[in-house]
Every structure is written in structure tokens, then in C-alpha cells.
């Protein structure tokens, strides 16, 4: 069975910084893409970054550009966010996403149950 | 790069159809033919239930079709059940620059 699993959310002061987990089993990981997609509470969902099965390709959302980075450890399945200087407005559950194949263009099929990361003061 | 442009809510009754439009703009929905819906049901995950404007999943209910014209495509849901009441969400991809933009998300309601 396909499954991705989240970790690492949390409570964050603003300016503070998080690093996100999402361990993938049940496929060959490094043959697909994955998306990191959010959502803030009571809110619409908003695609933040993606990466390559390589890792060679990345991109990203333009408001995290900067300060969040997106990779991968294809040897242990699992892709990170690491999100640097955090806002409040980046207060949402994160969802990591297996894209339809290796390329960075696709569709988000499955996804993980999600983390919360909270950014108050 | 605005959301794409959904209907704040949709509802129907059971066994009748209804249709949830996604409108977006030349430069998404109307370049490519890359958009996606997604169901999510409160405090779950949500799923895909169409790729590639028109195509079905395996495991995903024949009640289920897509479409697109022009910068708006569609989702309609066929037979209406009370399972079918959830939060759905399309998604466009929008050029190297903007990559994906979502839609602003569709309650429906069966009544």
C-alpha cells in the first residue's frame, strides 16, 4: 500500500524555524515527484514546493521562496521542508503529495494525513 | 497568481447530478491540460478523483467526470449520494514561474 507520513509540525515563534518530514513507503520512491501543499485552518488548499524523484529539480510557491527548502534522501525515502523565518500567515497543515510520475509536472495522487505547524508568538 | 474560481457551494439531491465549475485564465486553466480535482471530506486528506481534465483513477467512481472549456473546466458528480457531501478542490498547473494554482473550494451539500 502507497502511504506518506508527515512529521515535525508544531508550535514556532515568527522568525523561528521548523523541518518537516514526510516518509514515503509502499513504491519506488525515487521514480516519483512529491509536493509539499498547505492549509490554512478553514482555508483553501495552495501548493508550496515540489522536487524531482532526482532531487535536481525543485520549485517553490513565490512567498516561501527564500525561506523555505525543499529535498530529498532517496536512500531513506523521505522528502523535508525545511521553513526558515517563519510569519504567521505560514500557520496552516502541511500535506506531503506523490506526484503522478518523476516529473515535477503532474497531478498530487496520494497524500499524507498532514502536519500542523503553528506560527504565534 | 489568484485562485482559481469556484462556487462557494454546490448542493443536490440524491441520485440527480450537479456540476462545480473551476475558472481560471489563459495562462492555467485554458494552456494546459493539467487540472486535477480533489474531494476532502472534514479533517481528512484529500484525494484525487480526476487528473488530466478527464481522467478517472482507478478506484474512483464512474459517477465522476471531467471536462474543460476554454480557462473553465468541471467536475460533475452524477447520481448524487450522501458519501458525495465534501469540500472539492481543482487545480491547475500555471507555467514554470507560478507552477500550480488551486481553486477556491466547492462545499457540497446533498440534501
Known amino acids: 500500500e502507497v502511504q506518506l507520513l508527515e512529521s515535525g509540525g508544531g508550535l514556532v515563534q515568527p522568525g523561528g524555524s521548523l523541518r518537516l518530514s514526510c516518509a514515503a513507503s509502499?513504491?519506488?520512491?525515487?521514480?516519483?515527484?512529491v509536493s509539499w501543499v498547505r492549509q490554512a485552518p478553514g482555508k483553501g488548499l495552495e501548493w508550496v514546493s515540489a522536487?524531482?524523484?532526482?532531487?535536481?529539480?525543485?520549485n517553490y510557491l513565490n512567498s516561501v521562496e527564500g525561506r523555505f527548502t525543499i529535498s530529498r534522501d532517496n536512500s531513506k525515502n523521505t522528502v523535508f521542508l525545511q521553513m526558515n523565518s517563519l510569519r504567521a500567515e505560514d500557520t496552516a497543515v502541511y500535506f506531503c503529495?506523490?506526484?503522478?510520475?518523476?516529473?515535477?509536472?503532474?497531478?498530487?495522487?496520494?497524500w499524507g494525513q498532514g502536519t500542523l505547524v503553528t506560527v504565534s508568538s | 497568481q489568484s485562485a482559481l474560481t469556484q462556487p462557494a457551494s454546490v448542493s443536490g439531491s440524491p441520485g440527480q447530478s450537479i456540476t462545480i465549475s473551476c475558472t481560471g485564465t489563459?495562462?492555467?486553466?485554458?494552456?494546459?491540460?493539467?487540472v486535477s480535482w480533489y474531494q476532502q471530506h472534514p479533517g481528512r486528506a484529500p484525494q484525487l478523483m480526476i487528473y488530466?481534465?478527464?481522467k478517472r483513477p482507478s478506484g474512483v467512481s464512474y459517477r465522476f467526470s471531467g471536462s474543460k472549456s476554454g480557462n473553465t473546466a468541471s467536475l460533475t458528480i452524477s447520481g448524487l449520494q450522501a458519501e458525495d457531501e465534501a469540500d472539492y478542490y481543482c487545480?491547475?498547473?500555471?507555467?514554470?514561474?507560478?507552477?500550480?494554482?488551486f481553486g477556491t473550494g466547492t462545499k457540497v451539500t446533498v440534501l
Open positions: 522536487i524531482s524523484g532526482s532531487g535536481g529539480s525543485t
Open positions: 487545480c491547475s498547473y500555471a507555467g514554470s514561474s507560478t507552477f500550480y494554482v
Open positions: 503529495a506523490r506526484h503522478g510520475g518523476q516529473k515535477l509536472v503532474s497531478w498530487f495522487d496520494p
Open positions: 509502499g513504491f519506488t520512491f525515487s521514480a516519483y515527484a
Open positions: 489563459s495562462s492555467d486553466v485554458g494552456n494546459y491540460n493539467l
Open positions: 488530466e481534465v478527464n
